[in-house]
């Protein structure tokens, strides 16, 4: 029995994969390793497929400097920049997404955290949303406290997205102006306020394998269940505007060494998906059963009827509730 088999055999009987079983992993033959995550995601969470949306709140003028991200007042990158979007304008994008068969939708802004009248704001949207719209309500803010967690949970949100973007060693060499640990207090302090958490990273920054894997194991020890991988989409005016694209192979063998490490984990491909010529499918087959479909922050994302179309193709089955 090689070494995918026997690990494939460990995981279905609850074995925790380690690092370096991961990296043997990350060497294996791809077709033979994304059938076997196929069969972990198949084994852990059926055909069950977890679609979201989001809409850019607040745009611009960030005072961070992550390198990859185009909303950094740090970098000449030209975006339309405006701030927190009005609760007309949310509510009917969540009613079109809803309507064409969402379950997620999430606001995401700009900048470091929220100052307390935007905090006040933004509560505001999730009770207009919560109240007239029947989604399951997501947000991405920033590093906030665990009081404004409270508050958003009081408000109608259910789960918070932050992520690591990267591994502990590499995270320095991709922002200066918050740390690692900022991430991990942030995600605890929204798990303690009792909301479900989202965060997992972007591939393609320049980090290696084992800062992949360093990640996800970060990611298992927290119990994150909805995990994001966003390719790097170098845009132009930031400093990693000229870094290689990966190729859709190289993020199946990531998505697949994945789920051998977060085995029932929503592992769910998000920006940068337009990137790969066949929009994901293959990924899909390879360990990934998540989405985050329509425009994404700053880049074109894919159309949530072309989505549905293909996964119903694919035989998944999209989650229409909690």
Known sequence: MNVIQQLKAAVFNGYPVTKEEA?????????????????LREYFLGNTFDICTIINGKSGRCSE???YCAQSALYPTEIQEYSL?????????????????????????????????????????YRTLRDNCNLSLCASHGLLSFEQFQQLKAA??????????????????????????????????????????????????????????????????????????????????????????LTAEEVRRIVA????ILPDAFIRLAGGRSLLPDKGKSIFQSGANAAISGDMLTTYGIRIRDDMAMLKNLQFEVKLHE
Do not use: Q, W
């Open 23 to 39: 990296l043997s992993l990350y060497n294996a033959p791809l077709e033979a390793l994304g059938t076997a995550a196929n069969e």
């Open 65 to 67: 400097n992550c390198k």
């Open 85 to 125: 979007l009005d609760s007309e304008r949310i509510l009917k994008e969540a009613i079109y997404n809803k309507n064409n068969g969402i379950l997620r939708y999430s606001i995401v802004t700009s900048g470091r955290n929220l100052s307390d009248t935007e905090m006040a704001m933004i509560c505001e949207r």
């Open 156 to 245: 109608g949100v259910t789960r918070y997205h932050n992520n690591l973007e990267t591994s502990r060693r590499y995270f320095p060499h991709i922002c200066t102006t918050h740390t690692y640990n900022d991430k991990i207090k942030t995600i605890k302090n929204a798990l303690e306020a009792g909301l479900e958490v989202c965060s997992g990273g972007i591939m393609g920054l320049g980090e290696t394998a084992e800062d992949r894997i360093d990640m996800a194991l970060d990611l298992r020890s927290l119990g994150i269940k909805s995990v994001p991988v966003n390719i790097l989409n170098p845009i132009k005016g930031t400093p990693l505007e000229n870094s290689p694209k």
């Open 257 to 260: 060494v994945y789920r051998f």
